[in-house]
């Protein structure tokens, strides 16, 4: 696969979709996605964000792919509470690829998305019930009467770990 912004890369999801990326364009990163990256982002999009969008209709993923450095400018926070929680040297090149190396957006593996107009509480347990296979969903940081908190992150891999997550 060769990228090309308007291509279509599964059923009504273009490969833009998945490279597109406010916080890159603001800070000029090159986020172009691999031929590899998007193979992966197609079995992300046939076996998660289609079955949704054909539930639910149209939306845009709001995270998809992300390169390593832009994966550094949005995960300054948490990349500084893993280290602390594993007692790791935030400053050690080391440590940042321990931590890089186990993270699916850069694979293209996963995604954070939400629909307009539908509670992300909702969307959540729908795709719990409904997707047949998953690596994780989590519920990203809902609160149960603001249906517009939080996103609904999803992640779809060779090992398909089925594990369905609430993070506060």
Not at 48 to 63: A, K, W
Request: proline share 4%; aromatic share 14%; net charge positive.
């Amino acid at each position: 696969m060769i990228y090309s912004p308007s291509k279509t890369l599964y059923g009504n999801f273009k490969y833009y979709e998945v490279a597109k990326s406010s916080t890159a364009r603001r800070l000029g990163i090159n986020n172009t996605p691999s031929a590899e990256v998007l193979e992966r982002a197609e079995q992300v999009a046939k076996h998660i964000l289609q079955p949704v969008r054909d539930e639910f209709g149209s939306f845009t993923p709001n995270s998809w792919f992300r390169c390593e450095e832009l994966e550094k400018a949005i995960t300054k926070t948490g990349f500084q509470k893993w280290c602390n929680r594993y007692r790791m040297n935030a400053s050690l090149e080391s440590s940042w690829q321990t931590y890089f190396e186990r993270k699916s957006h850069p694979k293209g593996e996963a995604v954070d998305f939400e629909v307009v107009g539908v509670s992300n509480i909702k969307l959540y347990e729908w795709c719990k019930t409904n997707l047949p296979a998953y690596d994780q969903l989590i519920a990203e940081f809902m609160i149960k009467d603001i249906p517009s908190a939080g996103w609904v992150h999803g992640s779809y891999s060779a090992t398909l770990r089925m594990q369905a997550i609430e993070i506060k």
